[in-house]
Structure formats: structure tokens, C-alpha cells
């Protein structure tokens, strides 16, 4: 970024828009770069270079504006999860997984819900990756600060309690300041707890040991070393989280398995029922075609009639008339 640009102004700009529902962002931008044109130099550039959020991280920056408390709750839950681990508290991690499934569950409820009210509902897909970005907003403060902030870009990503790519993830990043400390590999943690200032040999050093040594040095390298007690114990915190996300995986598939079980018996009824019904419509268009049928004949009997009685009146009437005519000649 431009060291002349008020980085004030372009956090400014990017919150009002990215609080914009998602339909108006692009016209919002333009109109941003163009009302910037008087400010600092590079600040029209800067706002029309601002991304278009991800349909899933636009519901997570909804969710941060309009109830921020639910992302309060889950980032208050992962520092929790993270001291748990932190002391290898295997009981304490898989209550708190149980405690976060929950928690999860309600939140993207509200992304829903928010969402909707802003004017664009999500499908499950889009549904799907706001819940892993909640997830790894509980694994790692940095991805907690990004979710929080109401600029995400992107939907995040975590595995166990890792720390989360941030990069390209959020606008205007440097506003978020997050303290964020580098985990240290295994193995110098490991030499750190030990107390060990032992330098590694020099290539003369290596050199000039004796031939005879090197099968003994081997067999050292051969022979496996025990794992270190803080290695194991760490091993077993992982080991805790593992069985956690087990029991997610496996409620979750039982669910699923509910829900096609449910899916099955429904189908079933209903092709039972349609079955019925077109054999009802069968029979019923089988009536009809009778009834028409019966309709065509009997109307054509009944004109039949018709012109029969018809006939017979106009007889009756000449009868009539010709016993009339006898009688008055016989008078």
C-alpha cells in the first residue's frame, strides 16, 4: 500500500462496505473511488481494488455486524479449547468439542438468518463453508481477528488447533494487529526442555572421527529413540482433539443416516400413495368412460322417446279431429 494513503480513510470506506448487503458491493465500490477522487493520493485506487467478498464470507461479515456476540462466544470458546490443549487437558478438549458443536450449529442458524434479512438467502453449500470458517475462527486467534473484523473475504479453513493461512483472507489486513506467536517445531522444544547447548559437529569434526566408530554410530541411529514425555503428552492432546472430531464425524454421519432413513420411508409413502391414487384415476377415468357412454345412449333413447310421443300426440290430435268431424255429420 502507498505510504501517502490515509490507510484512516481506506478502513473507513472498506467497512461501510462490506457491511453493504451483497447485491449493492460492486456499485457501492465505484461510486467509494469516486467520491475518493479529492482524498489522498491512491485512495480511489486502493477502494476500487477492495475484492468482492465470497457469498460465504459475506454471511460471516453479516453475522459480525448484526450479532457479533455469536462470534464473541466461539472466539471466548476457542481460547478455552487452546488453554485446554495448551495443558493437555484431554477430558477438558473433547467437552469443549461437544460445547463448540453446539455453539456452531446455532451460529450458522444465524448466518442464515441474518443473511436472509439482508437480503440473500445461503444454500447448504454456502452454509457448509461458513461453518468452517467459524470452526477455524475457534482454532486460531488470527482467523477469530479476520472473522471478527466484518472484512472477510474468504472462507477460512483450520485442521485441529493449527494456526490459519491468513493471507488474501481479509481487507486491509494491517488493521488487524493481531499478535500472533510461531509455534516452535518439536524437535528444538524438545532440546530447549532438555537444557542441551550441544553444537552439532563441524564437517572437520566429522572428518577426522576415527573409521572404527562409525558402526557403533549406526547402530545408535538404528535404534530407535523413546519418545520424549512432552512429546507424548502432546501426542495424547492431539490424540483427544482426534477422538473429538470423531464423534462430530459420527453424529453427524448418524445423522445423515436419520435423515436418508427418513428420506427412504417418506419416498416409499408417497410412491405408495401415488400408486393408489393412479389406480383410483384409472378406475375412475374407467367410470367416467362408462357413464359417457351410457350418457350417449340414453340420450339418444330419450330423443327417440321423443319423437315417439311426439308422433303419438299428433296421432291422438287427428283421431281427435276425425271423431269430431263423424259426430257433428251423424247430427
Do not use: C
Not at 272 to 298: F, I, M, P, V
Request: net charge neutral; glycine share 4%.
Amino acid at each position: 500500500m502507498m505510504a501517502s494513503m490515509d490507510d484512516t480513510g481506506l478502513l473507513d470506506i472498506a467497512n461501510e462496505l462490506y457491511a453493504l448487503p451483497f447485491d449493492e458491493f460492486m456499485a457501492a465500490r465505484t461510486a467509494a473511488a469516486k467520491a475518493a477522487t479529492d482524498s489522498a493520493p491512491g485512495l480511489p485506487a486502493a477502494v476500487r481494488a477492495l475484492p468482492k467478498p465470497s457469498v460465504a464470507a459475506w454471511a460471516v461479515n453479516m453475522l459480525a455486524i448484526h450479532q457479533p456476540d455469536i462470534l464473541d462466544q466461539l472466539a471466548e470458546l476457542g481460547e478455552r479449547m487452546r488453554a485446554a490443549q495448551s495443558s493437555l487437558d484431554a477430558a477438558g478438549l473433547r467437552e469443549l468439542a461437544r460445547e463448540r458443536r453446539t455453539l456452531l450449529a446455532t451460529a450458522v442458524d444465524a448466518a442464515r438468518s441474518v443473511s436472509e434479512q439482508q437480503g440473500r438467502g445461503i444454500s447448504d453449500a454456502i452454509a457448509s463453508d461458513v461453518e468452517r470458517t467459524l470452526r477455524a475462527l475457534t482454532a486460531d486467534e488470527g482467523a477469530a481477528a479476520a472473522a471478527r473484523s466484518g472484512r472477510l473475504l474468504q472462507a477460512l479453513s483450520a485442521d485441529g488447533m493449527e494456526i490459519v493461512d491468513l493471507d488474501g483472507t481479509v481487507a486491509v489486513p494491517e488493521a488487524l494487529k493481531v499478535a500472533r506467536t510461531a509455534r516452535p517445531p518439536a524437535r528444538a522444544a524438545t532440546t530447549r526442555a532438555a537444557g542441551s547447548e550441544k553444537k552439532e559437529p563441524t564437517t572437520a569434526e566429522r572428518t577426522v572421527r576415527p573409521p572404527a566408530e562409525k558402526p557403533r554410530l549406526q547402530a545408535v541411529r538404528q535404534t530407535p529413540r523413546p519418545a520424549s514425555r512432552p512429546a507424548l503428552e502432546k501426542a495424547e492432546a492431539v490424540l483427544a482433539e482426534a477422538k473429538a472430531a470423531e464423534e462430530e464425524a459420527s453424529r453427524v454421519a448418524q445423522e445423515r443416516r436419520e435423515q436418508l432413513e427418513d428420506a427412504e420411508s417418506e419416498a416409499s409413502r408417497l410412491t405408495a400413495e401415488t400408486q393408489e391414487l393412479r389406480t383410483r384415476l384409472k378406475a375412475a377415468e374407467e367410470q367416467l368412460e362408462r357413464a359417457r357412454k351410457r350418457l350417449e345412449t340414453t340420450s339418444a333413447e330419450a330423443k327417440q322417446s321423443a319423437r315417439a310421443a311426439d308422433k303419438a300426440r299428433r296421432s291422438t290430435v287427428l283421431a281427435q279431429e276425425r271423431v269430431l268431424r263423424l259426430g257433428n255429420t251423424r247430427d
